[in-house]
């Protein structure tokens, strides 16, 4: 069973415009939130995250939102570049278990 | 340098061969995880080491085999490969910290064919 869910596998926004990447999670027991950007013939690099106990979190150009009543997280990248064309993945954890989300391809253009 | 390689970066390989995946760390890291990506699933764990004497299964550990050599070697092994194990292999690393999802810093990935 996939605990930790990216409904949208593609996006494609306009360079200086919003991207908002969409993350869902069925166990409650998760603490702790994060982000990663995969570009092609790379490893995963870690990007955000937060812990259970916050609502947001905001680093540069990036913001995560957690919603613990909806399981919800989102990315939100302001303003886009179109060095942020990558694969992202949300995953969320609790002790020493994380699960991954299938990854979320962004595309933006110029 | 990178701080976490993988060898080989590439393989093909026929079914019921024998096949090692190698990781090896510079971070000085205790923690070290091996996972595989598929399309449309994401990241899946298969076994984590949390020091040398520590070897603990993941989500996906059945057809796999590990060995943690030293605090900066963590090795993968298919006892007898089939083709369902044809996928992108990661490495990773983390440091002792908190509860939880500490953040892991990812190898280059191998990319394993099984014919």
């Known amino acids: 069973d996939q605990q930790v869910k990216q409904n949208s596998p593609s996006l494609s926004v306009q360079e200086g415009r919003i991207s908002i990447l969409n993350c869902d999670y069925t166990?409650?027991?998760?603490?702790?939130f994060l982000w990663y950007k995969k570009y092609p013939a790379e490893g995963p690099t870690f990007l955000i995250s937060?812990?259970?106990?916050?609502d947001k979190n905001e680093d540069g150009r990036f913001t995560v939102f957690l919603n613990k009543s909806a399981k919800h997280l989102s990315l939100h990248i302001v303003p886009s570049q179109p060095g942020d064309s990558a694969v992202y993945f949300c995953a969320a954890s609790v002790f020493n278990d994380m699960r991954f989300g299938a990854g979320t391809r962004l595309t933006v253009k110029p | 340098d990178a701080d976490v390689t993988q060898t080989p970066r590439n393989r093909i390989t026929k079914t019921g061969k024998r096949i090692m995946l190698e990781c090896s760390q510079t971070k000085g890291h205790d923690r070290m995880y091996w996972y595989r990506q598929d399309p449309g699933l994401g990241l899946r764990l298969i076994y984590y080491?949390?020091?040398?004497?520590?070897?603990n299964k993941g989500e996906i550990s059945d057809g796999y085999s590990v060995s943690r050599q030293a605090q900066a070697k963590f090795s993968l092994s298919l006892e007898s490969a089939i083709p369902n194990q044809t996928a992108l292999y990661f490495c990773?690393?983390?440091?002792?910290?908190?509860?939880?999802?500490?953040?892991?810093?990812f190898g280059p990935g191998t990319r394993l064919t099984v014919l």
């Open positions: 166990n409650s027991m998760f603490d702790y």
């Open positions: 937060i812990s259970s106990i916050k």
């Open positions: 080491s949390f020091d040398v004497k520590d070897i």
């Open positions: 990773a690393t983390s440091d002792l910290g908190r509860r939880g999802g500490n953040e892991q810093f």
